[in-house]
């Protein structure tokens, strides 16, 4: 199996930061790579498809970007709105542990 | 607008089965599949599978291979995911999602399934 490892784990920031997140995976996945935002009791939101497309009604401020082995999540400028914790997931298999993003 | 629907909390002592069903509405339900991800307590997101709601084609985790088996009912849009052998560290918000052959788009509420004796 595919491993996906992230970093940092917990992030904090403030409102304004431009905020990046990695995602590795064990060996080459291609493009096949998604990111999720969620909040606590919450299900999971879907913000980043094939690495680097943007999912409909997202804020343009997420980007994803990378391919093969190494991706990263981007938001340009945080929001209140976007404290919470981001997921990558290789396409039909596993999630990352997850990105805490907390208030600095 | 797409909707994923799930029945109640549960709970169950070890060794028992659950059954979790899932009704979708708001779109054509054999065009895409069905994932299910459980999210034990204070924990991150575990891929458990997923079932193709067109042929019935499922792909499930490798830890749950032989407990867990996902199936559609295309008369009433509805998917189920039954876990058997229940043990404590199954305990976990059961999630299902509408598949895109990849990615996930649309998830269901939640539904608690407790195990405990």
């Known amino acids: 199996d595919i491993q996906m490892t992230q970093s940092p784990s917990t992030l904090s920031a403030s409102v304004g930061d431009r905020v990046t997140i990695t995602c590795r995976a064990s060996q080459s996945i291609s493009s096949w790579l998604a990111w999720y935002q969620q909040k606590p009791g919450k299900a999971p939101k879907l913000l980043i498809y094939k690495a680097s497309s943007l999912e409909s009604g997202v804020p343009s401020r997420f980007s994803g970007s990378g391919s093969g082995t190494e991706f990263t999540l981007t938001i340009s400028s945080l929001q209140p709105d976007d404290f919470a914790t981001y997921y990558c997931?290789?396409?039909?298999?596993?999630f990352g542990p997850g990105t805490k993003v907390d208030i600095k | 607008q797409v909707q994923l629907v799930q029945s109640g909390a549960e709970v169950k002592k070890p060794g028992a089965s659950v059954k979790v069903s899932c009704k979708a509405s708001?779109?054509?339900?054999?065009?895409?599949?069905i994932s299910w991800v459980r999210q034990a307590p204070g924990q991150g997101l575990e891929w458990m599978g997923w079932i193709s709601a067109y042929n019935g084609n499922t792909n499930y985790a490798q830890k749950l291979q032989g407990r867990v088996t996902m199936t559609t009912d295309t008369s009433t849009s509805t998917a189920y995911m039954e876990l058997r052998s229940l043990r404590s560290d199954d305990t976990a918000v059961y999630y299902c999602a509408r598949w895109r052959e990849g990615d996930i788009d649309y998830w269901g509420q939640g539904t608690l399934v407790t195990v405990s004796s």
């Open positions: 708001g779109y054509t339900f054999t065009s895409y599949g």
């Open positions: 997931q290789q396409y039909n298999s596993y």
